[in-house]
């Protein structure tokens, strides 16, 4: 019997990066799981739609659709699910629907991985998060994520701040968004400074880079912060997750709306 298909849907962009990252994502994926029939799709700004590839896929197949967004929000709530409810049942694939890949422990790591990479190459003023040129207690974070106009998708942030600080011993974490919500980056910067923190560094919390990631980046070192790390992009800790997701999803069977 063959295993169900994976479609991860991303938010998609209109800057070529981030469908590129994407790619590289899945790439990484198909590499951790042989056998993984994944087909990428993007709820807009890039083809493929979600409509597109399920319609390419053969009707005696069952599909387990992923949202690749890093909360649970209105996308993963409204727009996914009101696309899956469009999709014919007469004709076309059992379809059944994921978790957001965030909330998840692999999720920090990864984090981690990038903002050490930041760190390497950001000069001498810093070294790697667990190396002898960083003191963590001497380091403030600023956990910069997208934002939402839903309070919960900002609070699981806030969250994963707190979790953060207290597993690794920052100086401090902060979340911070880039838009619909505050304080933004540049605020979060200002603000650890003024309460002082020695140095901060910002965590770019978004899967692709981008518009988002951009901003986030532009703002933050003018706003005096010693390093911004990339997005997250095609890490292993972030394919793992997906596969996390897809396992998970095809253990619960969580039949599309």
Known sequence: MRKPVLVAVAHGSADPRASATIAELAAVARERE?????????????????????????????????????????????DIPRLLARTPR?????????ATLGPHPLLLDALERRLAEALLISGPISGPISGPGTDPA?????????GSSDPEANATIARMAAQWQARTGWFAVRPAYASAAGPTPAAAVTGLLRDGAPRVVVATYLLAPGLFADRIRHAALAAGAAAVSPALGACAEVADVMLDRFAQAGTTRRTAA
């Open 34 to 78: 042989q056998g993984l029939d994944l087909r990428t799709a993007f709820l807009g700004h890039a083809p493929p739609s979600l409509p597109q590839v399920l319609g390419t896929i053969e009707a005696d197949r069952e599909v387990i659709v992923l949202p690749l967004l890093l909360t649970a929000a209105y996308h993963s709530k409204a």
């Open 138 to 146: 001497r380091t403030a974070v600023v956990l910069a994520a997208a």
């Open 90 to 98: 007469t004709r076309g694939p059992q379809v059944s629907y994921g």
